[in-house]
């Protein structure tokens, strides 16, 4: 009995201890999937300080003017890009690939880099090509929009001699970014004789901050946007063309959905946009090899009042309102749709999905390997094609050739 006794005492501490270790772990996994979907959470709202390097310089040819990149799904790709350097310059133009090989690329230098000039090996691959509007060798001025969080600055290129002054297209960068990635836009709306307003907005670096100082993912920048077309109006714009890049087209569809000034919208262009945040996070989940609870918690952290404060997002984010396959039917503007389906950061499923849900508005143009927000950059002259024929068959702009 006493033998018996003991040994159930032995088995039953075990039993404790075994779950006490069990519980532990769980907690320990609780506490770390919640830590790290806090980090990821806050990494989502929280406004980039620098730039990531994501592409490694293998060598200089000074003599032919070429550069070696190692190989990526970016640095192969054709056309003419940007990338940002460190050293005796910070930003360099690259063209068309002149050879590969299994981990390299060698590119076409178009930034004159001379003999005593040295470059650090890491370096971030970008899609802006143009930095600042002086290298587009076309008039404009720098404005200022009154927007709710204070001055946000601005590049106003007039419509040319001839042109529809009347017709303005607003431009949205990205997230991550500012208004030099919609630089590559002007040329193209100066050739169809329509103004162009390159905006900033709240938290970019540029513009004024919010409380929070953090992103809204669209749910609050769009107001920046309204402030932009009310501008434009005094300014003499009627008929006003959205058009915006990944993030920025996630705004554009939050200021069609809720600016006073819907009336004066004529329609939406958007490259490479945020139609669904859900996919996105998922998507990007995915790729970092999170897992999914961790996935759906940081969507809860993004969503819900009681750990904003902890996420640092200000308010509550609202998935639902930001995604708008769920909400097609509430559009009201014809829009024009830019993808790529090797995008590689935001995925084009929910763009087509957009499409399939409203085909009365959408009209999508899919690419098959231009990634991300590259478009401009992978075929110009078929970019500037699609344009130019919404722009003319929405009967907006002027012939000023």
């Known amino acids: 009995m006493?033998?018996?006794s003991r040994r159930a005492a032995r088995a039953k501490a075990g039993l404790l201890e075994a779950v006490g270790a069990a519980a532990a772990l769980s907690a320990g996994i609780v506490i770390g999937g919640t830590a790290l979907s806090f980090a990821i959470a806050r990494k989502v709202v929280t406004p980039a300080t620098k730039r990531l390097a994501d592409v490694e310089i293998l060598d200089i040819d000074r003599r032919a003017q070429t550069i070696t990149l190692a190989r990526t799904p970016d640095t192969v790709l054709p056309g003419r890009y940007g990338l940002f350097v460190h050293g005796a310059r910070d930003y360099l133009k690259i063209g068309s690939v002149l050879s590969e090989a299994e981990g390299s690329v060698t590119r076409k230098l178009l930034t004159h880099v001379g003999p005593g000039q040295h470059l650090a090996a890491a370096a971030t691959f970008s899609g802006w090509y143009f930095v600042h509007p002086d290298e587009l060798h076309i008039p404009y001025e720098n404005v200022v929009v009154d927007a709710p969080v204070g001055p946000c600055p601005a590049w106003l290129f007039p419509a040319p001699d001839g042109g529809d002054a009347s017709t303005w297209m607003i431009?949205?960068?990205?997230?991550?970014?500012?208004?030099?990635?919609?630089?590559?836009?002007?040329?193209?709306?100066?050739?169809a004789g329509v103004t162009s307003l390159i905006v900033s907005y709240r938290?970019?670096?540029?513009?004024?901050?919010?409380?929070s100082?953090?992103?809204?993912?669209?749910?609050?920048?769009?107001?920046d946007i309204e402030a932009a077309i009310r501008f434009a109006r005094s300014r003499g714009a009627e008929r006003i063309v959205l058009m915006g890049w990944s993030m920025g087209g996630a705004i554009a569809l939050q200021t069609v959905l809720n600016t006073a000034y819907a009336h004066l919208i004529d329609s939406v262009i958007l490259e490479s946009p945020v139609?669904?945040?859900?996919?996105?996070?998922?998507?990007?989940?995915?790729?970092?090899?999170?897992?999914?609870?961790?996935?759906?918690?940081?969507?809860?952290?993004?969503?819900?009042p009681r750990w904003s404060r902890a996420v640092r997002s200000g308010n509550a984010i609202s998935l639902n309102d930001l995604d708008i396959v769920s909400r097609a039917q509430?559009?009201?503007h014809p829009i024009l749709l830019m993808h790529s389906d090797d995008d590689g950061f935001v995925p084009s499923e929910a763009s087509h999905l957009l499409a399939e849900a409203r085909p009365d508005l959408v009209r999508l143009v899919s690419y098959s390997e231009a990634r991300h927000t590259k478009l401009w950059n992978y075929d110009e002259a078929r970019w500037r094609r699609?344009?130019?024929a919404w722009l003319r068959d929405r009967g907006l702009g002027a012939d000023v050739s």
């Open 2 to 4: 006493v033998r018996g």
């Open 171 to 191: 431009g949205v960068h990205g997230r991550g970014t500012t208004r030099s990635e919609v630089l590559r836009a002007a040329p193209v709306f100066r050739d």
């Open 203 to 211: 938290n970019d670096g540029e513009a004024g901050r919010s409380s």
């Open 213 to 223: 100082g953090r992103y809204g993912l669209g749910a609050t920048e769009w107001r």
């Open 275 to 304: 139609v669904d945040w859900r996919t996105v996070l998922d998507f990007q989940a995915r790729a970092l090899r999170v897992p999914f609870p961790v996935t759906h918690i940081v969507r809860r952290q993004l969503t819900l």
């Open 330 to 332: 509430e559009l009201a």
């Open 386 to 388: 699609h344009i130019l």
